[in-house]
């Protein structure tokens, strides 16, 4: 760019690797923008948010949302509003907590760049062509996206522009990068520092989550179709890798867990204590991840297995086809965008179907003008008046039997009975007596004291199974000695006055 | 006039000498064409439709009656057959014709937004005959997903975007001249989903612009709805297949031919690179822009 000012830029423009340079910088600084932008709007709120450090929140909230990106989907919206909360809580802790949430909100949603319609952030940054003249280019990029979860949910996910913004530096090779954290983790973890062990292992788990992304995307392309990939070579050597590396990884991880958790317990400062602790959740996250990445690359065999089963071995067409991916689609992406159209025009008016245009006749038309629109009310549809029949009595026992039951059961309180007795005696009056005798019993075995006591009863029927074998034609099971209880129904209801105002519950259960 | 030739009975040659057409063969052949233009009415559900396609099977004077009819109204008769019934298409400039200002109005104003509602279609058309025997198999049943679709195209694109990197090239399009950014550059950066208000896809989004696709499809009886998962999930009828095969792909292909970019193919399904760059040097059959290497 300075050599604008020289006035002869063709001869002095730039070698194209120090445009390049400039250029990757230029976008790097662009990622950044969207950043000091919030602080930059703040002051436009309605509202006074000076007191937040928005480009904090903004990077925690990238943080948050990298972390919490898992195999198949992304984080959740809602969730990171929610944990991004305490942090902005801690910068005012005056406000009102309603307040938080809309900073935290405003914050996801502007990182998202919820307005535009591409959902993205766009710089426009200058380069020299190789014909030495100056072009101005636009940069697109997102920091946070939404991509579609199961079920038609929207999850949130990380670009790698927002990993390199969060972390720096990370569009490195990731295997070796993540072998050299891992070292230095070790290192650190040795030396005692366990702050800058902390840090390594943060910067771990982030390639972790880089890798089983660029897993994730290579799997879903391989479940797509089995053709479109090299199964051959590329696939088997990349889930051999991918294996081999988790293997690795598991074995590292686990030695360092081993030795925090060593480091956590023997540590007497209370600091040293929390960062070991905080350090041995990292690590196990590490090593939940890669199980989780080790599960995937097993199904991925037989997935193939299954799909070939299906697509390839199927008996071929009589006549060959047009190729739609290998001879349209593929080969429109490249070209621009003019020209592209023409091709997805014309596919699209032959495409899309016909539609039979509406025909109005001049008459209904009037008529449906006129017609006055249909209220909707505002309750629904009147109910129907329901119907109601009167339904055939079909209890099993009468009024009577329940009577003459009950008065079988009105035995003193100071003389309970064999429940054998009482059902031979019922037998005599009625055959189908017993059955209610015999379930009033067993009813009686588990008294409702607390409805009893609740609503003041003098007496309560009660059955207690002291052993004794029932014998009888028609019952069996225990020969229950059935009784009646008296209830101080008096010093009942005054300890309910007291009662109640202390526990209601109480009553329920007894 | 074409029909009138054919309906005067003088020009029958068969030896049996068929009746002469009637007004009611007039109207037959008509209802037939009519059912042809409901394109969710199939002739395995509608009696009278059945026998109608029958007797245009059957019935050389009634098949050339109804054909004629078609032709006049517009139409391109694709097949008439008992599984697709009278498969009709709309010609360039009939009235049944569908036009992109109709289908979005966005896409009439926004060229950017054009491209990606043509390019769905394409995608889905696609995605639903992957190999070049499905799209000629009868028998074959395509099925997609909308979030599927999505990521068909993403994955290509992505491809495009590494190879693009590896060698060095900028992509990112002079702000000027925003019709010469490369395609695949449109949809990689228009957001895959987004989250809304009313809890519906985000119409300006890649799932909703392919969401919309394939609901108008189902509407043209080119797809039938099979379940809700991943964005919601469809399978082809064989009009559709009959659409793609006969007409779709032939007037794009033309197109891309007249655009110079992709020499002939010689019908099998090989896949040649296009002309004038080695960008897109992918695997013969490839469905994706996976590499053999």
Redesign the interface.
């Known amino acids: 760019m300075p050599h604008q000012n020289t006035g002869v830029p063709r001869s002095v423009a730039p070698g194209p690797a120090a445009d390049e340079g400039l250029a990757r910088r230029l976008k790097a600084l662009a990622c950044t923008a969207p950043l000091h932008d919030l602080d930059v709007r703040k002051a436009n709120l309605a509202g006074e948010y000076s007191t937040y450090a928005m480009a904090e929140v903004a990077l925690a909230a990238i943080d948050l949302v990298t972390l919490t990106m898992d195999f198949d989907t992304g984080a959740d919206h809602d969730q990171i509003v929610a944990r991004l909360q305490p942090r902005v809580a801690a910068q005012a802790p005056r406000r009102p907590a309603e307040e938080h949430e809309r900073v935290a909100r405003w914050v996801l949603e502007n990182l998202i760049n919820v307005g535009s319609v591409d959902r993205g952030f766009r710089a426009v940054y200058g380069t020299f062509g190789t014909d030495g003249a100056y072009v101005r280019r636009d940069y697109d990029f997102k920091l946070v996206e939404e991509v579609p979860g199961p079920g038609g949910s929207v999850y949130l996910r990380t670009t790698d522009e927002a990993v390199n913004v969060l972390v720096g530096a990370l569009d490195t090779d990731v295997t070796s990068a993540q072998i050299a954290a891992e070292v230095k983790l070790e290192v650190l973890i040795n030396r005692g520092r366990l702050a800058d062990a902390q840090l390594a292992a943060e910067q771990a788990r982030y390639r972790t989550v880089q890798y089983a992304e660029t897993l994730r995307r290579a799997l879903e392309a391989t479940r797509r179709d089995v053709r479109a990939v090299d199964w051959l070579r590329a696939v088997p050597d990349m889930i051999n890798e991918a294996l081999d590396h988790v293997a690795d990884r598991y074995r590292h991880e686990n030695a360092i867990l081993t030795n925090i958790r060593k480091a956590r317990d023997e540590a007497t400062d209370p600091e040293h204590k929390r960062r070991a602790a905080e350090l041995v959740d990292i690590v196990k996250d590490c090593i939940r991840r890669h199980t989780q990445l080790q599960s995937r690359l097993l199904e991925a065999g037989p997935l193939f297995r299954a799909e070939q089963d299906r697509q390839a071995f199927a008996t071929p067409a009589a006549r060959a086809g047009l190729d739609l991916y290998g001879q349209l689609l593929a080969p429109v992406l490249p070209l621009a965008v003019e020209r592209a159209s023409r091709v997805t025009d014309a596919f699209f008016a032959r495409g899309a179907g016909l539609r039979t245009p509406p025909a109005v006749r001049v008459g209904d038309l009037v008529e449906a003008l006129l017609t006055p629109p249909l209220e909707r009310e505002h309750l629904g549809a009147e109910m129907p008046e329901p119907d109601l029949v009167a339904t055939p009595e079909d209890s099993r026992f009468s009024e009577a039997q329940l009577e003459a039951a009950l008065e079988l059961l009105d035995l003193p309180h100071d003389a309970p009975r064999r429940l054998s007795g009482l059902l031979a005696e019922a037998r005599r009056g009625d055959p189908e007596l017993p059955y209610l005798v015999a379930l009033l019993a067993v009813h009686a075995a588990s008294p409702p004291v607390g409805t009893a006591y609740r609503q003041g009863e003098q007496r309560l029927l009660f059955a207690v199974d002291d052993g004794a074998q029932l014998d009888d034609p028609e019952f069996g099971g225990a020969d229950l000695i059935v009784g009646a209880a008296l209830l101080d129904a008096a010093g009942m209801a005054q300890e309910r006055t007291v009662e109640n105002t202390a526990g209601k519950n109480e009553g329920h259960r007894e | 006039m074409d029909d009138g030739e054919t309906l005067a009975p003088a020009q029958e040659p068969e030896a049996d000498r068929p009746a002469a057409v009637t007004p009611a063969d007039a109207a037959d052949a008509a209802r037939l064409v009519a059912c042809g233009?409901q394109?969710k009415l199939l002739p395995a559900r509608d009696a009278e439709y059945a026998e109608l396609i029958r007797r245009h099977r059957d019935d050389p004077a009634f098949a050339r009656l109804a054909d004629a009819v078609a032709a006049g109204l517009g139409?391109v008769v694709l097949e008439v057959s008992p599984r697709a019934g009278m498969a009709?298409?709309?010609a360039?400039d009939?009235?049944?014709?569908?036009r992109?200002g109709d289908?979005s109005r966005r896409a009439a104003s926004d060229?950017?937004d054009?491209?990606l509602?043509?390019?769905a279609?394409?995608?889905v058309?696609?995605m639903a005959?992957?190999?070049?025997?499905?799209?000629?198999?009868d028998g074959y049943i395509g099925r997609i997903t909308v979030?599927?679709v999505?990521?068909?195209?993403r994955?290509?694109?992505?491809r495009?975007e590494e190879r693009a990197e590896e060698q060095?090239e900028?992509s990112?399009?002079?702000?000027?001249a925003?019709?010469?950014?490369?395609?695949?550059?449109?949809?990689a950066?228009?957001?895959?989903?987004?989250?809304t208000k009313d809890a519906r896809?985000l119409a300006?989004?890649t799932?909703g612009i392919v969401g919309k696709a394939v609901a108008?499809?189902v509407?043209?009886?080119?797809l039938q709805r099979t379940g809700?998962?991943?964005?919601g999930t469809y399978r082809t009828t064989a009009r559709y297949q009959l659409?793609?095969?006969d007409?779709?792909?032939?007037?794009?292909?033309?197109?891309?031919l007249?655009?110079g970019?992709?020499p002939v193919?010689d019908?099998?399904?090989?896949?040649l690179p296009?002309v004038g760059?080695e960008?897109?040097d992918?695997?013969a059959?490839?469905?994706?822009?996976?590499?053999?290497?």
């Open positions: 233009l394109p139409l009709v298409a709309a360039e009939s009235v049944f014709a569908v992109m289908y060229s950017s054009r491209f509602h043509g390019l279609h394409l995608a058309a696609a005959f992957p190999r070049p025997a499905d799209l000629a198999d979030n599927g999505d990521a068909f195209v994955q290509a694109c992505r495009l060095g900028n990112d399009p002079a702000s000027d925003p019709g010469l950014e490369a395609a695949w550059r449109v949809y950066r228009r957001s895959a989903t987004g989250a896809r300006g989004s799932t108008f499809l509407d043209s009886g080119f809700d998962e991943a964005g659409q793609v095969r007409l779709a792909g032939s007037a794009a292909m033309a197109e891309l007249d655009l970019v992709v193919g019908g099998s399904a090989s896949l296009p760059g960008e897109l992918l695997v059959e490839a469905g994706l822009p996976f590499h053999g290497s």
